[in-house]
């Protein structure tokens, strides 16, 4: 059987990657912030993705988001190390569910020192809801959409017959009184 594109796996080499080795509520801490800064390459893996159809096709670009993300925590660790540990603390302690709502003191340290280093401000509320227009530099992929089949032409409906049961009713028709 002959070798295809479909048949294709990446290398170990090309797959290789450092990972960001943090828990849950580092990443729950830092999850704003880190959106806003890795906000470009985010939306170009996602669209590449939903071009794409094929992780295969998309390496670079998961790679490239891993890569900001350890920039932004290295950033992080190198400035606000104190500030954000004390936040993904209070976030990791504070009640059963990790909400923000009790650590707003913490957060509001964490921002301003991000704010101060990065020059980054907390994302407003919504801010990744919003529709954002995102101008790749990959180009689009080109697809061999088939075309649709003829669409027959529509009946003419003075040349149908009209069924004997339309006058007596179908339960007539079909021998019930």
Known sequence: MPFTEADY???????????LNLTAAPLRAA???????????????????????DPRKCIYEG????????????????????????????IDHSAYDMRFKWCRPQQAAFDKCVFNTIGQERPAPGFFSRIRIHDSKRPAPVRNIPMPEAVPEPIDPTSVPVPESVDTGSRIAAGFK
């Open 63 to 90: 790679k490239e988001v891993t890569r900001c993300g350890l920039d932004f925590f290295q950033k992080i660790k190198g400035s606000c190390a104190e500030e954000f540990t004390s936040y993904w603390k209070c």
């Open 31 to 53: 999850s704003h912030q880190l959106g806003k800064y890795c906000d470009e390459q985010s939306k170009e893996f996602m669209l590449c993705s939903r071009e794409e159809k």
């Open 9 to 19: 796996l990446p290398s170990e080499e090309e797959l290789k990657v450092t990972e």
